[in-house]
């Protein structure tokens, strides 16, 4: 399992479903899981509390024990701020790689002011900040600066992880069920 994580507007979304498609796995974007309630939450520019993300986070890990048990690989777009999160998805069973998309504040600002459609308002952006537990020196992440186009960013991601991939094809492959 890949999860792209970060602060909203970080990129999570775009790189996600890249990866999904160069490595034919299932996509998932969290925020589909979200409630109508917190996403209502969200929209009037109030940030989430834990106590509103945990049956959040329980749906989507319902939903990945799912993907796994069928024996499929999947990309999610989360935002994974805290380390307990992280560490609840490590619980699921796949090898996992976080690929956490970090940047300046104000460039992922602009990003964001420059999106539409979307239910998270800009003004949430500095609570993320806020709230991100930098997930840097986990044994398991690979950083990726915003900075650079989505092409750059996906070149560089697929240099960190083709190994890992072919690795993990390889155990699935070879193994009787």
């Known amino acids: 399992m890949l999860i792209c994580c970060g602060v909203s507007g970080s990129g999570k979304t775009t790189l996600a479903r890249a990866l999904a498609e160069v490595y034919a796995?299932?996509?998932?974007?969290?925020?589909?899981?979200?409630?109508?309630?917190?996403?209502?939450?969200?929209?009037?520019g109030q940030p989430?509390?834990?106590?509103?993300?945990?049956?959040?986070?329980?749906?989507?890990?319902?939903?990945?024990?799912?993907?796994r048990a069928a024996g499929r690989g999947v990309v999610m777009s989360n935002s994974?701020?805290?380390?307990?999160?992280?560490?609840?998805?490590r619980t699921i069973g796949f090898q996992t790689r976080f690929l956490y998309l970090h940047g300046e504040h104000a460039v992922i600002q602009a990003r964001m002011d420059n999106r539409s459609g979307h239910f998270m308002p800009s003004t949430l952006l500095s609570s993320q900040f806020l709230?991100?537990?930098?997930?840097?020196?986990?044994?398991?992440v690979i950083s990726l600066n915003v900075q650079q186009k989505l092409p750059e960013i996906l070149a560089c991601a697929r240099n960190l992880l083709d190994d890992d991939i072919s690795s993990w094809l390889s155990a699935r492959s070879s193994t009787c069920y």
């Open 25 to 44: 796995f299932d996509f998932v974007e969290a925020d589909d899981f979200h409630s109508t309630e917190n996403r209502a939450h969200m929209a009037a």
């Open 48 to 67: 989430l509390d834990e106590h509103m993300r945990a049956p959040w986070i329980e749906s989507i890990c319902t939903h990945l024990s799912d993907v």
């Open 80 to 89: 994974c701020l805290r380390r307990a999160h992280r560490d609840r998805y």
């Open 131 to 140: 709230d991100l537990e930098n997930p840097s020196g986990e044994a398991d």
